[in-house]
């Protein structure tokens, strides 16, 4: 997907990493949207433990988007983990806590800002030589069109580190970087992963239904306070993992400090709850008895019956549709095989283990739609279900039944919910009369399911304004976050505007918080004129070139929280230097309606930063620099 490059910044005298991404996906629809917006992103985040991306842009010779990183000298984490493999040697396990607790200090700061990693392995840590921890590849997967590579077949993610619900095709959340740093952790402390197989598929499938062995069951001499957190970091449902990263680093170092720490009760997928074990160091001799947890509902595998050729035609059968569906691409026909109508837990014994392939193919296979073949698997695992209940039951007229509502269905097992991640200013900051302008928010889903299709952004009440262009709301996945820009006309009088509106879908649903929009119409602000010193006689100089126009600073000079809207405001200031000494600052993007007068407001939810790209322009001259300002208080957000 992307090839790495060393690269040396003399200007700078330093060494930078240039990450250029593969051609092809240029040419996708909406990737120079994806591709920006994730880049900005990720260039704002300042993390000790999160490499820096200085830069990003397009090159049209090659037809390929890069961008320019901070170069960190050092092995991966897959690379330390060959080397130990060949040598027989095992992390130590005050080492391999260390490290992961990096990492989830990065994954936490990040989750914050409503980013989500998506494929954490070893290969994207690395150690600097002074041991320091830093995790890339930040943004990257939700770069690639998920809606594409869906309908091929194709996953993004590494199926040795892919949490379950990642595997059945789904987007993933805060909790499945969690799940893929478990792995991670589990392979440290024990050099081997948890899960193999021969194929990627296989490998998923593992990750979805088959039960996790305990670290103890491999090396035993990993405390069991430690193996705890493991196996609830390792959990099959997102909903019995630990909530964020930081719960879970925080744990695992009380762990490793030999504090007791007690495993919530699991929840099973018919909704009952089973009893867990609270581990004390005192019981460590005890015996190694486990209990294998449930797989999430929709995964585990089917109960076929037990009839004479049942062992062989259902296991045929089941090995026929998991070869078409693997080459098909169908993840959903797939999870509908997979569900069962009441799901077991089963208890396993530790298996013999043996060396694990290396399968971090990031991408799985793309192949040709085979959709006979489903079909035909399909109508012969209903014809058995139908010859059973055939066999086992008397014949009953059917009644007649309404035709369900599929769609009513679907979004009553939903939660739509929508979070501001930021709240732009209008600018500029007094409009004239007529003049048009663009308000922009920056929103997340944060329900369960995609947002609806019919979603739209509607007034709600206060003072009525022309609308220029109205915003097309995309149905957002869960934890993705993307912008809304509404284009409105000013009115013709001289007055504060206020007015609210808010997301709505079927009839007339809201969806989410509602969002203010806040503009003054006047005249706009004049320098007053200042007073012409005597000019004094000055050398002859030969002029030079002009240098294009640099920011050398942003600060803030005032900033205040509005308790009412929970939102925080603040007057920035840009310093440049270069071309002709006369600077017109632009916020985003270059446009009329983009001018950043200095001095100006901007704003953000409490406890958010202010993220953003400056633009100068000085002498038919541009530079731009991405600024991050985080909120004030810290101390109110813990």
Same mark, same amino acid.
């Given at each position: ?136 590849? &930040? ?379 806040? &503009? ?62 006369? &600077? ?55």
């Amino acid at each position: 997907m992307a090839e790495v490059y060393k690269a040396y910044h003399p200007g700078l005298d330093r060494y930078v990493a240039i990450k250029v991404l593969h051609s092809f996906l240029a040419d996708e629809e909406g990737f120079l949207t994806r591709f920006q917006r994730e880049a900005k992103i990720v260039a704002a985040f300042r993390h000790p433990n999160i490499v820096q991306v200085y830069d990003f842009d397009f090159d049209p010779e090659t037809n390929s988007y890069y961008m320019v990183m901070e170069f960190v000298d050092g092995p991966n984490l897959k690379a330390i983990l060959r080397d130990q493999t060949n040598q027989n040697e095992v992390m130590p396990l005050e080492e391999a806590v260390r490290i992961v607790v990096a990492v989830a200090s990065a994954l936490h700061y990040a989750h914050q800002y409503g980013m989500v990693h998506r494929d954490v392995k070893p290969a994207n840590i690395i150690l600097t030589q002074k041991g320091q921890v830093i995790l890339s590849d &930040f943004g990257i997967a939700r770069m690639v069109n998920t809606n594409t590579l869906t309908a091929s077949g194709a996953m993004v993610g590494t199926p040795a580190y892919m949490a379950p619900e990642q595997g059945m095709g789904q987007a993933g959340d805060e909790r499945s970087d969690i799940y893929s740093l478990g792995v991670v952790l589990y392979q440290l402390a024990t050099n081997r992963l948890p899960f193999d197989a021969d194929t990627p598929l296989g490998i998923v499938l593992k990750h979805i239904n088959t039960p996790l062995t305990p670290p103890t069951a491999v090396h035993p001499a990993i405390p069991l306070n430690v193996e705890t957190v493991m196996m609830r970091a390792l959990a099959k449902s997102p909903d019995d993992r630990y909530a964020t990263a930081q719960d879970f680093a925080t744990d695992l170092e009380r762990a490793l400090a030999g504090e007791s720490i007690a495993l919530p009760k699991p929840t099973s997928s018919a909704g009952e709850r089973l009893d867990a074990t609270i581990i004390s160091p005192n019981e460590q001799s005890a015996s190694q008895e486990w209990t294998a947890t449930a797989p999430p509902a929709g995964a585990a595998l089917r109960s076929f019956p037990k009839w004479p050729f049942a062992l062989g035609g259902a296991a045929a059968l089941l090995i026929l549709i998991t070869l078409v569906l693997f080459t098909t691409g169908m993840t959903d026909r797939l999870a509908a095989l997979l569900s069962p109508s009441t799901p077991t837990p089963t208890v396993v014994r530790p298996p013999t283990l043996t060396p694990t392939p290396d399968v971090e193919d990031t991408m799985a296979i793309l192949s040709t739609q085979v959709a006979a073949g489903v079909d035909a698997a399909l109508s012969t695992r209903d014809a058995l279900a139908t010859y059973q209940a055939t066999i086992n039951a008397p014949t009953v007229t059917p009644s007649p039944t309404a035709t369900p509502d599929g769609t009513a269905t679907a979004r009553a097992a939903c939660t739509f919910e929508m979070q501001l991640v930021s709240d732009r200013p209008v600018l500029p900051a007094i409009l004239t009369p007529g003049q048009r302008f663009i308000k922009r928010w920056s929103v997340k889903n944060s329900g369960t399911c995609a947002w609806p299709t019919d979603t739209q952004l509607v007034f709600v009440s206060g003072d009525q304004t022309t609308v220029v262009t109205e915003p097309k709301i995309e149905p957002l996945r869960p934890g993705e976050t993307t912008e809304i820009r509404l284009t409105l006309q000013a009115p013709a009088s001289y007055a504060v505007y206020n007015s609210v509106w808010q997301l709505e879908y079927g009839e007339e649903i809201r969806l989410g918080e509602e969002l203010n929009i806040t &503009f003054q119409v006047g005249q706009t602000p004049t320098v007053p004129p200042t007073e012409t010193p005597t000019a004094t006689p000055t050398p002859e100089v030969t002029t030079g070139p002009l240098y294009a126009p640099q920011i050398t600073r942003y600060g803030m000079t005032y900033w205040r929280l509005d308790e009412d809207t929970q939102m925080w405001h603040a007057n920035i200031t840009i310093d440049a230097v270069g071309g002709d000494g006369t &600077f017109t600052f632009y916020l985003d993007e270059i446009n009329e309606n983009n001018v950043f007068v200095n001095g100006s407001q901007l704003s953000a939810q409490k406890c958010r930063p202010l993220i953003g790209t400056f633009y100068v322009l000085s002498a038919g001259q541009v530079s731009k620099m991405q600024f991050w300002i985080p909120y004030p208080d810290a101390t109110a957000c813990e």
